[in-house]
T-cell receptor
C-alpha cells in the first residue's frame, strides 16, 4: 500500500517571502500522479498543482512550483511571494495510474498548516 | 452553482442513531468518491463509484457504513448505529472520469458530531 508523509505539521512564512512544504511517499509503482491540495477554513479542498511521475520536468502554476525527485520519492511544494490568502492546510496526495478500479483513490498525507504573517 | 454540493453542512446525532449524508456531484461527472477527515488528520478514502457501481469500497471501515449512487448523479452515504469515533468531516468529490490524471473536485463536506 502506498503511504504519504508530511513531516511538517506547521509552517509559517512572512508575506512576500518563499516557503517550501515537504512531502515524501512510499510506493512500488513506477507510474503514478502526485498532487498538492489546499484546504482553507471553509473546508473546501482546492487543487493547487499536480505532477505526472513519468515527466521529469517539475510542474509550475504561477507562484506555485514543485521539486519532484522520483528516486528519492520526494515531492515538495514551493510557494513564492506568499500572500495572506495562501494561509491554509496543505495536503500532499498520491494516486496510482494502475487503472480505474483500484487506481482512482487519492492517498493523502497528514497535512501542513501554513500561516502567513503580514 | 456548478460545484459539488453536500448536505447537510453539519449534523449532530446521538450515539446509536442512523445518519444519511448526501452528495450532488458536478453534472456529467461519472466518478464519485467519499472520504473521511478526522480532526487534524488527512483524508481517508471510503468508496469510489463509477456510474452507479462501486468498483472500490475497500475503505469503508465497517458494515455499519454503506453508500449508493443513483445513475451518474446523487450519492448517499449511510452510517448505521453511529458511534462517537464516527465523528469527522465527510467529504465527497467527483471527477469527469476515473483516470489517474483526472482532477477530483471536492464539496465543502458534512461535519458529523456523534454525542
Amino acid at each position: 500500500a502506498q503511504t504519504v508523509t508530511q513531516s511538517q505539521p506547521e509552517m509559517s512564512v512572512q508575506e512576500a517571502e518563499t516557503v517550501t512544504l515537504s512531502c515524501t511517499y512510499d510506493t512500488s509503482e513506477s507510474d503514478y500522479y502526485l498532487f498538492w491540495y489546499k484546504q482553507p477554513p471553509s473546508r473546501q479542498m482546492i487543487l493547487v498543482i499536480r505532477q505526472e511521475a513519468y515527466k521529469q520536468q517539475n510542474a509550475t502554476e504561477n507562484r506555485f512550483s514543485v521539486n519532484f525527485q522520483k528516486a528519492a520519492k520526494s515531492f515538495s511544494l514551493k510557494i513564492s511571494d506568499s500572500q495572506l490568502g495562501d494561509a491554509a492546510m496543505y495536503f500532499c496526495a498520491y494516486r496510482s495510474a494502475r487503472g480505474e478500479t483500484s487506481g482512482s483513490r487519492l492517498t493523502f498525507g497528514e497535512g501542513t498548516q501554513l500561516t502567513v504573517n503580514p | 452553482g456548478a460545484g459539488v454540493s453536500q448536505s447537510p453542512s453539519n449534523k449532530v446525532t446521538e450515539k446509536g442513531k442512523d445518519v444519511e449524508l448526501r452528495c450532488d456531484p458536478i453534472s456529467g461527472h461519472t466518478a464519485l468518491y467519499w472520504y473521511r477527515q478526522r480532526l487534524g488528520q488527512g483524508l481517508e478514502f471510503l468508496i469510489y463509484f463509477q456510474g452507479n457501481s462501486a468498483p472500490d469500497k475497500s475503505g469503508l471501515p465497517s458494515d455499519r457504513f454503506s453508500a449508493e449512487r443513483t445513475g451518474e448523479s446523487v450519492s448517499t452515504l449511510t452510517i448505521q448505529r453511529t458511534q462517537q469515533e464516527d465523528s469527522a468531516v465527510y467529504l465527497c468529490a467527483s471527477s469527469l472520469g476515473a483516470g489517474g490524471w483526472e482532477t477530483q473536485y471536492f464539496g465543502p463536506g458534512t461535519r458529523l458530531l456523534v454525542l
